[in-house]
């Protein structure tokens, strides 16, 4: 099998994995949603991975039109402010895979999408956003490989560690952005839905890595790992208001 | 509560089929997008707008000679998605690129930054963009997401169409939405609440003697509630809030809207407006022009708002210039 080929098949499993992960976790980022937002992120982003899904089902391309696919699907499925934020970051960020999956096209994929969602969102860290669990990931994905020559699998493990710690550093934060700034000090106290589903979808792409990883499905060296994206997931926070 | 629809998934679809068949418009295949019916005209830049439903005539209400080249309608006070909007782009470009008007929400904003993105890679369109956020009632701090736009934007659709229609380029155009956007101001009010078709149920609870100062045109709460009062004193409440925050000088002149917010009499629309007109006359400001109607509605949520926009010459010649629409009609 090429290496191409197993890129091609590491993107579909990850697209996969995300859009059953966040099927199984609607309930609960809807839940969070409700206490600050409008109830409806647990429904939008299963909406709209269940769509990716199917679509890069029916798409052959390499990973970074796989990718674009997903971004795509988001887009038009999620709506809201979540759709540009998750999807159109992806959709941009796809381009630094033309060169397929390796550590650099990976992290330069990684600081693309950050770097999106932070100029749609006009979010930073501290806004109690998606922002707050995709930043600690990026940096810490980057840092990993060109400091501490991690190898991507290991870096996106602790990147995977760093997200889930800026998840959980959003309970006490006021929202400064979204519908839940509308809260202003009742915003303090709850997690936020957008960095939450962020998480999930970096802790399916490590899933899947590591599946490819240790060989389940057969390997060449030098495809570094990742299965697309690695962040990818976003979340969004940001709210999003109303419309129209 | 009973409304005249048939279900509330098909409402904005079928809204689009009673248009089109009125009005000289057509839909882009397999989208809530619709554009004039002779849309891309050759050698003019599109003029481009789009939100959620529920304002009518806004957003495709405003589409003919003059004035919008095509709309996106989303669902129901919810932005259309960056494909429709990047698909409209692509629409209404007759090859001198595009002007997109955004009113300042976070969700039309960044759909309409994502479409451009998608219409810029897909098909090479020029795109340049104004974001209105007219209403006072909104501080614009680092805790908020800004001021809302709401009944100002129909002031720049008709200053921005009548210079593409004259044959403005992109970077005339959007000087002279910005100009327009700088100068504009406007203040809400509601004396019920709106029901959504979906929800079928008021959106916010007010009293039977209770009214909503500062509303936006979502349902949002206001800044305020009160007792209610008449209407010169409510007039004078809104008057006040938007002229405080233009801060003219004496001798200005002025345009001005007393819009109606989808359930209000036009009967009670010319009762504020005497009153407008009143206050601004005691202020020195010379009233240029006046509208007063349904511009930029809410559904059917009784109550106003009260817009003003201070002029120069070339926006007179601009208000002033022929345009012909379902929402607007302009003669000379």
Wanted: charged share 30%.
């Amino acid at each position: 099998m090429s290496g191409d080929t197993r890129q091609t098949e590491a993107v579909h499993d990850a697209i996969e994995a995300i859009a059953d992960r966040l099927a199984d976790e609607k309930e609960y980022l809807t839940e969070l949603d409700s206490a600050i937002g409008d109830a409806d992120h647990g429904a939008n982003m299963n909406r709209g991975f269940q769509a990716a899904r199917d679509r890069v089902a029916e798409t052959d391309g390499d990973p970074a039109e796989l990718v674009k696919t997903a971004g795509v699907a988001l887009v038009s499925e999620v709506g809201g402010a979540s759709g540009p934020l998750y999807g159109g970051s992806l959709l941009k960020a796809s381009q630094e895979l033309d060169d397929g999956l390796t550590a650099e096209t990976t992290i330069a994929f990684a600081e693309r999408y950050l770097e999106t969602v932070e100029e749609r969102g006009k979010a930073s860290v501290g806004d109690k956003t998606m922002v707050d669990a995709l930043t600690p990931a990026v940096h810490t994905y980057k840092k990993s490989i060109e400091v501490d020559d991690c190898e991507p699998i290991e870096a996106l493990g602790k990147a995977v560690d760093a997200a889930r710690r800026g998840v959980e550093f959003t309970t006490p934060l006021r929202a400064k952005k979204g519908r839940a700034s509308y809260l202003g000090w009742r915003s303090v106290g709850h997690q936020d839905p957008g960095a939450t589903s962020t998480l999930y979808l970096l802790e399916e792409l490590l899933d899947v890595a590591t599946e490819y990883e240790n060989g389940e499905v057969a390997v060449d060296a030098e495809a570094d790992i990742d299965p697309d994206e690695l962040p990818e997931p976003d979340a969004e926070d940001v709210p999003v208001d109303g419309g129209d | 509560m009973k409304k005249l629809i048939n279900e509330s998934d098909s409402v904005v679809d079928e809204m689009l089929e009673g248009m089109l068949t009125a009005h000289d418009l057509r839909r882009v295949e397999d989208t809530e997008t619709v554009v004039r019916s002779d849309a891309p005209v050759e050698g003019k830049v599109g003029l481009v707008s789009g939100g959620g439903s529920g304002h009518e005539p806004t957003h495709a209400g405003y589409i003919g000679d003059g004035m919008l080249d095509g709309a996106a309608a989303g669902e129901v006070f919810t932005s259309p998605t960056a494909d429709q909007l990047s698909e409209l782009i692509q629409a209404c470009d007759g090859g001198e690129g595009v002007f997109c008007v955004i009113k300042n929400y976070e969700g039309d904003v960044m759909n309409f930054e994502t479409a451009i993105e998608m219409a810029e890679m897909e098909a090479d369109t020029e795109v340049e963009t104004v974001v209105v956020d007219d209403d006072v009632a909104v501080e614009d701090s680092l805790y908020t997401s800004g001021r809302r736009g709401v009944c100002g934007t129909i002031f720049v659709h008709k200053v921005a169409g009548a210079m593409a229609h004259q044959g403005g380029d992109l970077a005339e155009i959007k000087r002279v939405a910005e100009k327009a956007t700088e100068n504009v101001g406007t203040m809400g009010m509601a004396l019920t609440s709106c029901v959504t078709p979906e929800k079928g149920e008021p959106t916010f609870e007010l009293g039977a003697e209770e009214i909503e100062l500062g509303i936006g045109i979502h349902g949002e709460p206001g800044t305020e509630r009160t007792e209610v009062m008449p209407a010169d004193e409510i007039t004078d409440h809104l008057t006040e809030a938007v002229l405080e925050d233009l801060d003219l000088e004496e001798g200005a002149e002025v345009a001005t809207i007393v819009n109606g917010m989808g359930g209000t009499p036009l009967m009670e629309l010319y009762v504020v407006n005497r009153r407008l007109q009143t206050i601004l006359d005691d202020h020195g400001l010379e009233v240029w022009d006046e509208w007063v109607g349904d511009y930029m509605t809410s559904l059917d949520m009784m109550g106003c708002s009260i817009t003003v926009l201070a002029l120069d010459d070339e926006l007179k010649e601009l208000l002033a210039a022929p345009a012909e629409t379902p929402g607007l009609t302009v003669t000379e």
